[in-house]
C-alpha cells in the first residue's frame, strides 16, 4: 500500500511540473511579437509507477521535454522564395538605376541621333553655309558626348555594384559564422537532452538572413545543419563556418571565392546572385549593345565621309575618330576628329553647292545600318529591353514577395504564439497547480490526524 | 479594402455598358483596361488563396474583356484630349504591371504543382527534371492536384 509521503511526492510533482508547463506558456505569451520565435509545448509524461505488490502506484507526472512547434517544408520553402526575392530585389534595384540613362530628355542618345541628322539635313539646304557646317560638328560632338556619359553611368554603376557585392560577402561571412555558433549551442543541449528551442528559432532566423543574400542549401546534419551554396560551396559544416573571400580580377571587379574556388558564376540566387547578375550579364549586355550602335554610327558615317568632298574640294576624312576594330568600348571614346567645319565633305562632286554626300549622310538615319536596323531603331529596342527587364525583375520581386508573405502568414498559423490559446493553456495549468496544492494540504491534514492520533485517543 | 482598390482603379466615370458602339472608343478602351487591372487584381487573389474558382471566373472575364479591348482597338482611337491619352498610358502601364506580376505568380504555382505531381506520382514513376515535364501534365491531373491545394 503506498504511503502518505508517496502520495505527498506525487502531488509535488504536479506542483513541480505544472509550474514548468505555466513557465513555458509565459515565454510563449512574452515572444508573442518575437520575429521567428516558433511557439512551445510542455510534453508532459506519468513517470515511472512503483509496483507494492499486489498493486501498481503511479508517481506523478515528469515535464519530459519543451518541444518548438515548426514546420520544416514551409521553413524550406521561405527559404527558397526568399533567396528569389533578394535576387529580384537587387536585379530590380540596379536595373532602374539603368534606366535612368535612357529615360527620355534634351540630351539622351536618341534625340542626339536625331539632332545628329537633323543638322545634317538643314546642311544639305545650304551646304555652303558655314553656320550651318558648325551646326553639324555640335550636333556630333553632343551625339559623341551623350553616348560617353551613358558608357561611363554603366561602368560607375558596375563599379557601385561591385563594392555592395564585396560587402554582402563580407555580411554572408558574419551569419554563417553566427549560425555555425547557434550550431554548437544546438547540439550541446541536445546532447545532454535539454530544449533547444530558443537557439533553433535564432538559427532559422540567421538562416532566412542568409537566405536573401545567397543561395543557400540546408542539409540536416544529426543535431546540426550543414549550409552550402545551391552549387555545393560549402559555407557551414557542423560548428565550423567557411568564410567566402573576393579577389580583384583582370577587368577590376572582384570574383568570389569558396575555399581557393571562383564561385561567381555559380552563384544565381539571392541578393549577392542579383548583384552579380546586373554586374556580369545586365549591364556589360547594355555596354555592348551602345558600343554596337556607337561603332556601327561612327563607321557609317566615316564611309560616307570618304566618299565626299569637303568646302576646299578635297577628299572628306573622317567625322568621328574611328572606333576600335573589336567594338569595345566604342561608345566611352566616340569622339569628334575634326574640328574645321569646312572638312564636312557635303558635296558628292566636288563643288561648294553640291550636297549630295549630305543627303547621302542624311539617308543613314533610315538605313539599316546596325543589325539590321536603323540607329534610332535600334537604340529603341535597347531602351525597351533595358524598361522591360526592368519591369519583369520589378513584377518578380514582387511576386516573390506575395508568396514569402503567403508561406509566412501559413508558418505563423502553425508555429505562431495564439494568446487565446496560452490564456487557455495558463488557466488549465493554474487549476492543476491549485488542485495539487489541495492535495498537498489535504495529505498534511491526514499527517496532523495521524501524528496526534494518541492525544486524540487520549 | 480590397473593395476600395477595386473601385479606385476602375475608371471612374465612363460605365462600358452605358457606351454603345457609337462611343467614343478612348474612353471605352480606357473603361475596358480599368476593368481588366481590377480582373488582374482580383486573380492574383485568387490564386495566392488557391481558389480555383475564382481564377477561372476572372479568366474568363480577362479573355472577354481582352476581347472587347481588341474590338475598339480594331475600330482605331483618335488622339483627342492629351489629358485622356495620358491616362490611357498610365492605365495600360498598370495593367501591363499587374499582367507581369500574375505572369510570376503562375510560374511559381506552376513550379509547386510540379512539386507535388512528382509527390502525388510516387515511386514507381522515373524522376524526370523538371524542364522535361513541361506540357507532359495532362490538364485532368493538373486540376486534382490544384483541388489538393
Known amino acids: ?59 506523478g507526472v515528469t515535464l519530459q521535454d519543451v518541444q518548438s512547434i515548426t514546420d520544416p517544408i514551409l521553413s524550406s520553402q521561405i527559404q527558397q522564395q526568399t533567396q528569389a526575392q533578394g535576387q529580384y530585389s537587387a536585379l530590380a534595384s540596379a536595373l532602374q538605376q539603368t534606366q535612368v540613362n535612357f529615360t527620355t530628355s534634351s540630351n539622351d542618345i536618341g534625340t542626339e541621333i536625331s539632332n545628329f541628322f537633323d543638322s545634317i539635313n538643314q546642311l544639305s539646304t545650304d551646304p555652303s553655309d558655314l553656320s550651318l557646317r558648325q551646326g553639324v560638328l555640335t550636333a556630333a560632338d553632343n551625339l559623341a558626348t551623350s553616348f560617353n556619359t551613358a558608357a561611363n553611368n554603366l561602368t560607375q554603376q558596375q563599379s557601385s555594384l561591385d563594392l555592395s557585392a564585396v560587402q554582402t560577402v563580407g555580411q554572408i561571412n558574419q551569419l554563417t559564422q553566427q549560425i555555425a555558433g547557434l550550431n554548437a549551442q544546438v547540439s550541446n543541449l541536445q546532447n545532454v537532452g535539454e530544449n533547444a528551442g530558443t537557439f533553433v528559432d535564432q538559427r532559422t532566423e540567421a538562416i532566412n538572413q542568409l537566405s536573401a543574400l545567397v543561395d543557400v542549401s540546408v542539409i540536416p546534419t544529426g543535431n546540426t545543419l550543414t549550409l552550402t551554396t545551391a552549387n555545393g560551396a560549402p559555407l557551414v559544416t557542423g560548428q565550423e563556418s567557411f568564410q567566402l573571400t573576393t579577389q580583384t580580377n583582370s577587368a577590376g571587379l572582384h570574383d568570389i571565392y569558396s575555399q581557393g574556388n571562383d564561385i561567381t558564376s555559380e552563384i544565381t540566387s539571392g541578393q549577392l546572385g542579383g548583384t552579380l547578375q546586373a554586374r556580369d550579364q545586365e549591364i556589360p549586355s547594355i555596354k555592348s549593345q551602345l558600343d554596337t550602335l556607337a561603332a556601327g554610327l561612327a563607321n557609317a558615317v566615316n564611309t560616307v565621309q570618304a566618299g565626299g568632298y569637303d568646302l576646299n574640294g578635297d577628299a572628306g576624312t573622317n567625322l568621328f575618330n574611328p572606333p576600335p576594330a573589336s567594338g569595345v568600348g566604342a561608345a566611352a571614346s566616340l569622339s569628334v576628329a575634326i574640328t574645321d567645319p569646312s572638312l564636312i565633305a557635303a558635296s558628292s562632286d ?18 539599316p545600318l546596325i543589325n539590321s536596323q536603323s540607329p534610332s531603331n535600334y537604340y529603341s529596342g535597347i531602351v525597351f529591353n533595358v ?72 | 479594402m480590397e473593395a476600395n482598390f477595386e473601385a479606385a482603379v476602375v475608371f471612374p466615370f465612363h460605365s462600358v455598358e452605358a457606351l454603345k458602339d457609337g462611343g467614343e472608343p478612348m474612353p471605352t478602351c480606357l473603361a475596358l483596361f480599368g476593368q481588366l487591372e ?51 498610358r498610365q492605365s495600360g502601364k498598370r495593367v501591363l504591371a499587374a499582367g507581369r506580376l500574375q505572369a510570376a505568380l503562375l510560374a511559381r504555382a506552376r513550379l509547386k504543382l510540379r512539386v507535388l505531381a512528382n509527390m502525388l506520382a510516387g515511386p514507381s514513376v522515373n524522376y524526370e527534371p523538371i524542364s522535361e515535364r513541361d506540357g507532359a501534365m495532362a490538364p485532368l491531373r493538373v486540376f486534382k492536384v490544384v483541388s489538393k491545394l
Open chain 1, 1 to 59: 500500500m503506498s504511503s502518505l509521503n508517496a502520495s505527498l511526492s506525487t502531488a509535488l510533482s504536479g506542483l513541480l511540473v505544472e509550474q514548468g508547463a505555466l513557465q513555458v506558456t509565459t515565454n510563449n505569451v512574452a515572444n508573442v511579437n518575437t520575429p521567428g520565435y516558433s511557439r512551445e509545448v510542455p510534453v508532459l509524461v506519468s513517470s515511472d509507477p512503483v509496483v507494492v505488490s499486489p498493486l501498481t502506484f503511479g508517481t
Open chain 1, 350 to 367: 566636288g563643288t561648294v553647292g553640291s550636297n549630295g554626300n549630305a543627303q547621302a549622310m542624311y539617308a543613314l538615319s533610315s538605313q
Open chain 1, 387 to 458: 524598361g522591360n527587364d526592368a519591369a519583369n525583375a520589378s513584377a518578380e520581386e514582387s511576386a516573390s514577395s506575395l508568396v514569402v508573405q503567403q508561406l509566412n502568414d501559413q508558418l505563423s498559423s502553425v508555429s505562431g504564439v495564439s494568446l487565446d490559446e496560452e490564456a487557455a493553456n495558463m488557466v488549465q495549468y493554474q487549476d492543476a497547480y491549485q488542485a495539487s496544492a489541495q492535495v498537498i494540504t489535504t495529505i498534511n491534514d491526514m499527517m496532523y490526524t495521524v501524528i496526534n492520533m494518541d492525544t486524540l485517543t487520549v
Open chain 2, 38 to 88: 481590377a480582373s488582374l487584381h482580383g486573380s492574383r487573389k485568387a490564386l495566392l488563396a488557391r481558389n480555383l474558382a475564382g481564377i477561372e471566373q476572372r479568366t474568363q472575364e480577362q479573355r472577354a474583356l481582352a476581347g472587347k479591348i481588341e474590338a475598339v482597338l480594331r475600330k482605331g482611337i483618335v488622339s483627342s484630349a492629351g489629358g485622356l491619352q495620358e491616362e490611357l
